[in-house]
């Protein structure tokens, strides 16, 4: 209880998140700088503000299987301008929730903001009013952090509700028909405005594992969901020098968290991305760290050092004896400014190297660390849901081509992690892809047995697209797509819920 007090205590600390008051520097500057380039760039609308609700059909390209039937949750930033001035960073933007229907041969779409307390105290004020992770603005002070919550990360189906979560604050449910705001969830009522990722990862008997980090507070919080979508466990447990940790991996008996080697600012002027010190260089350089917490005991059960870089997403875990493997996406440093630069404009370089997919050995018996590289420049991965913390031979990440000039993920992969080869398909100049993921048939035999989902944005035509592959023959292209007639934002991460 203690440890959940003070837990509790940093969260709603000023000084804690960074956003203390401040000067506003969510400048117009910024805003200039990106429409002045945009026209010249099309590439560059996948971050353009939005407005408004979106609602349309799909025309239908190709043949839409008809064993497809379920909806596609998507959620990320689609608020990015205010008042004449924009943020610095692609984290920061409102959240957009997004629900394509797919079934009957049709496709169809709809889109709204998540009303959270900050999205409308900022649009009724028609200016920002409090800072973002990576914008100060601090106009107006806050009460907790479900106060800054912006609900732009990941949109989760789960026992007939829909969250919209923020690795932040609370997860805030939607109405799961028409995306309308519900209001924020806690999970107990001492729980409130605690931080729960954005990434909960299923268990096979219906429940979820989640966590939340408060970065400064040395504190890692652990949640196990049922199935009814109560609180059936949580701990608190003590990780030094956790200050960023965005994504987990859960095996049969494990949960296994990266921890890239961040230091963070005492300085409560500055922004939560700016007090982000890298401390993966030089001769003090410390290791990317890989914690393995127990299910059984919820404890930490052991820690890897591995070479520092920094991480944001892994895909699956699983026990092989005494062996934990899981994917990753490992980035060569500090990853966390790349995503300001198209914020004002400016296109992000395709550096060889940058960062890959690779699967990690940890070896529980002698404390060792092996790494295989899978892929090259990539990112979002994903796994079956039937075979997530079980063994899987199938990894679904997004690519970016080696030949292009500009960080742009445009190929969709499925890589064999036994092999290391991958089934492939490139988008055409003026393409961007989102995550995609893999859907089973009812009764699949085999991880490919079912399609690969996703979204594209068609830059040059301003239009987004649903994506449809066969898993087993991703490199033929899509069997079907379904082209809206506008933009919808460019989102993060989302969950298919068959019908």
Not at 180 to 194: F, N, S, V, Y
Not at 224 to 245: F, I, Y
Not at 393 to 415: C, H, M, Q, W
Request: glycine content about 10%; hydrophobic content about 40%.
């Amino acid at each position: 209880m203690t440890d959940r007090r003070h837990f509790l205590s940093r969260t709603l600390s000023l000084g804690a998140l960074g956003l203390a008051s401040g000067t506003a520097l969510a400048d117009s500057a910024t805003f200039a700088s990106f429409h002045g380039a945009l026209d010249a760039h099309p590439e560059l609308t996948v971050f353009a503000d939005t407005t408004g609700e979106q609602a349309g059909d799909g025309a239908i390209i190709g043949h839409l299987p008809a064993d497809l039937e379920g909806v596609f949750f998507r959620n990320g930033p689609g608020r990015f301008e205010l008042g004449g001035e924009r943020y610095h960073h692609w984290f920061d933007g409102d959240g957009y929730a997004q629900r394509w229907q797919i079934g009957n041969g049709k496709v169809s779409h709809r889109g709204r903001f998540v009303q959270t307390q900050k999205f409308r105290e900022e649009s009724t004020a028609g200016r920002f009013l409090y800072s973002a992770f990576g914008t100060p603005v601090a106009r107006k002070a806050y009460k907790n952090n479900d106060t800054v919550n912006v609900a732009n990360t990941n949109l989760l189906p789960f026992n007939g509700k829909v969250y919209a979560l923020w690795e932040g604050g609370s997860a805030t449910e939607l109405d799961p028909q028409t995306l309308e705001t519900r209001g924020i969830h806690a999970w107990r009522d001492d729980l409130k405005a605690m931080p729960f990722s954005a990434h909960p990862k299923a268990d096979p008997d219906g429940g979820l594992w989640n966590f939340g980090n408060l970065p400064g507070s040395d504190r890692l919080a652990i949640y196990r969901l049922q199935a009814d979508g109560t609180l059936g466990r949580m701990a608190l447990l003590k990780v030094p020098n956790l200050n960023m940790v965005h994504d987990f991996a859960v095996s049969a008996r494990h949960l296994i968290f990266l921890i890239p080697p961040y230091d963070l600012s005492p300085d409560t002027s500055l922004c939560l991305a700016a007090r982000h010190l890298w401390a993966g260089g030089g001769k003090a350089a410390r290791p990317l760290r890989a914690v393995v917490v127990s299910k059984e005991t919820l404890e930490v059960r052991a820690t890897f050092e591995l070479p520092p870089r920094s991480v944001f997403h892994l895909g699956n875990a699983y026990d092989d004896g005494g062996t934990i493997r899981l994917d990753a996406v490992l980035y060569e440093g500090d990853a966390l400014p790349e995503p300001m630069l198209p914020m004002r404009g400016e296109l992000r370089p395709n550096r060889p190297g940058r960062n890959a997919t690779v699967q990690l050995a940890l070896d529980l018996a002698s404390g060792q660390a092996r790494e295989a590289r899978l892929f090259g420049v990539s990112e979002f991965p994903r796994v079956a849901p039937q075979v997530v913390s079980a063994r899987h031979r199938k990894l679904a990440v997004l690519g970016a081509s080696a030949d292009s000039p500009e960080f742009i993920l445009n190929t969709v992969n499925l890589i064999d992690t036994d092999s290391g080869k991958a089934d492939s398909y490139r988008f055409d100049a003026g393409w961007q892809v989102e995550e995609h993921v893999l859907v089973p048939r009812r009764h699949a035999r085999s991880e490919t047995d079912g399609y690969l989902v996703g979204v594209a944005q068609d830059t040059r035509r301003g239009q987004t697209v649903l994506t449809v592959f066969d898993a087993a023959r991703v490199s033929a292209g899509p069997v079907a797509l379904a082209r809206l007639s506008y933009r919808a934002p460019h989102c993060f991460h989302g969950n298919f819920l068959p019908a």
